[in-house]
């Protein structure tokens, strides 16, 4: 089973800043690295798709980077809207897994 | 506009059973890989089972295999998921959600609300 981990667990950071959010698999996924956003009593929505690839109306300030085992995403420029957790997932392998999540949240 | 809607969970006791249900609108899960993810309270994300869009191909997660069914009945435009013998671990909340692509090993571009099942005495 591909793990993967993510850091930091927390990150405190103000609106308008940089975010930047790592997610680190245990075996080489190619670029097959999705990005999800979950807020409290939400489903998760898919931001980025197969490492780089923005999702249907997700906004330019996101952004996906990345192969092999180390992937990032980045928010250039934290809305209101963008605290919350954010998960990855591999599509590489069976069992499709995710990572334990990184919460954004407002310093 | 596109949604999925799942129903079906609530309180269960150890070694019962609950039947899941998924209905889609505004998409036709013919031709639609689907899968169930869920996510105990406090807890990260869990895929759990995936279908192709025939039906014809099903994966289960080890924790689950053997335990729970995934099916489809198209002519309802609804998925299921069948759970027994289940355990005080399998409290969550299940979402629904569609394969971006027609393969099975891809992201979810669409999700459902979640339903709740609470396993507990």
């Known amino acids: 089973e591909v793990v993967l981990t993510q850091s930091p667990a927390t990150l405190s950071l103000s609106p308008g800043e940089r975010a930047t959010l790592s997610c680190r698999a245990s075996?080489?996924?190619?670029?097959?690295l999705a990005w999800y956003q979950q807020k409290p009593g939400q489903a998760p929505r898919l931001l980025i798709y197969?490492?780089?690839n923005r999702a249907t109306g997700i906004p330019a300030r996101f952004s996906g980077s990345g192969s092999g085992t180390d992937f990032t995403l980045t928010i250039s420029s934290l809305e209101p809207e963008d605290f919350a957790v954010y998960y990855c997932?591999?599509?590489?392998?069976?069992?499709?897994?995710f990572g334990g999540g990184t919460k954004v949240e407002i310093k | 506009e596109v949604q999925l809607l799942e129903s079906g969970g609530g309180l269960v006791q150890p070694g019962g059973s609950q039947r899941l249900s998924c209905a889609a609108s505004?998409?036709?899960?013919?031709?639609?890989?689907m899968s169930w993810v869920r996510q105990a309270p406090g807890r990260g994300l869990e895929w759990v089972s995936a279908?192709?869009?025939?039906?014809?191909?099903?994966y289960y997660a080890d924790s689950v295999k053997g335990r729970f069914a995934i099916s489809r009945d198209n002519s309802r435009n609804t998925l299921y998921l069948q759970m027994n013998s289940l355990r005080g671990e399998d409290t969550a909340v299940y979402y629904c959600?569609?394969?971006?692509?027609?393969?099975?090993?891809?992201?979810?571009?669409?999700w459902g609300q979640g339903t709740m099942v609470t396993v507990s005495s």
């Open positions: 959600a569609k394969h971006l692509r027609t393969g099975l090993v891809d992201a979810f571009d669409i």
């Open positions: 505004g998409l036709t899960l013919s031709s639609c890989a």
């Open positions: 279908i192709t869009g025939g039906g014809g191909n099903t």
């Open positions: 075996q080489s996924l190619s670029s097959y």
């Open positions: 197969d490492a780089s």
């Open positions: 997932q591999q599509r590489s392998n069976w069992p499709l897994t």
